[in-house]
């Protein structure tokens, strides 16, 4: 177990539909990131937050491509008008303490756009 | 842009033999690195890491190797088990935080009965 769920696990939407993926880490007031998994590929960075503060969203895909961390606590990540280019796995991850050293990544939410 | 590379894409091994997955990464300011296993429909899960200041480092039946003056990594994987069956990624990052970890694509790990 490493700390992060991921909910829904998986997703298949229609292109032009909005989706939106959940992440509950363990502990608060941590380190949380956002990353992007196509097929056969490594994962891919796309933003992260220090407590609630969204430290870094330029590496976001495209401005359709946004998330939040009300509080500090869990994480969402919302897809507007998704394309079937976003068909991917979508993985939170955290980390200990103040963010240096291993990701602790969750099961992912996969996303399938029709 | 600088980049963590693969050497082989799959590699198949016989049960109990010793596995050797390799990495090529190109930046040179990386100072730590570590190999993930991602089985099938989970996410990736640590295995070993290693800063720049070592060249190897040993595990619970595996073992990383570090050559700084090639930039290469290798994972060792000692008497390889039917569980070790996924797809291995190492990753780099200069300076330990996870907005800067730089995957490559992975090698998928195959073990033969």
Redesign the interface.
């Given at each position: 177990d490493?700390g992060?769920s991921q909910d829904p696990r998986h997703k298949i939407t229609k292109r032009g539909q909005n989706v939106t993926f959940r992440c509950d880490p363990i502990s608060e007031h941590n380190?949380l990131?956002w990353y992007r998994q196509t097929l056969?590929?490594?994962?891919?960075?796309l933003t992260?937050f220090q407590n609630e503060a969204q430290?870094?969203k330029s590496?976001l895909l495209s401005d359709r491509f946004s998330a939040e961390r009300p509080k500090g606590s869990f994480s969402t990540l919302e897809i507007q008008r998704t394309e079937q280019g976003d068909s991917a796995m979508y993985?939170c991850?955290r980390?200990e303490g103040q963010?240096?050293?291993?990701?602790?990544?969750?099961?992912?939410s996969?996303l399938t756009v029709l | 842009g600088e980049s963590?590379g693969l050497h082989l894409p799959t590699l198949s091994v016989q049960e109990g033999d010793n596995s050797i997955i390799n990495c090529a990464y190109s930046n040179s300011a990386s100072d730590y690195f570590?190999w993930?296993k991602q089985e099938s429909?989970?996410?990736?899960?640590?295995i070993i890491?290693i800063r720049s200041n070592m060249d190897k480092r040993q595990g619970q039946r595996v073992t990383v190797l570090l050559n700084k003056t090639v930039k290469h990594l290798s994972l060792q994987i000692a008497a390889t088990q039917p569980g070790d069956s996924a797809v291995y990624?190492c990753?780099e990052t200069r300076?330990?935080?996870?907005?800067?970890?730089v995957?490559?694509?992975?090698t998928r790990l195959s073990v033969l009965p």
């Open positions: 490493t992060v380190r990131y056969g590929q490594g994962p891919e960075f992260y430290l870094e590496r993985l991850a980390t963010g240096a050293g291993e990701l602790f990544f969750g099961e992912g996969r | 963590v570590i993930y429909g989970k996410g990736p899960q640590f890491d990624f990753a300076d330990n935080y996870g907005q800067n970890f995957f490559g694509p992975g």
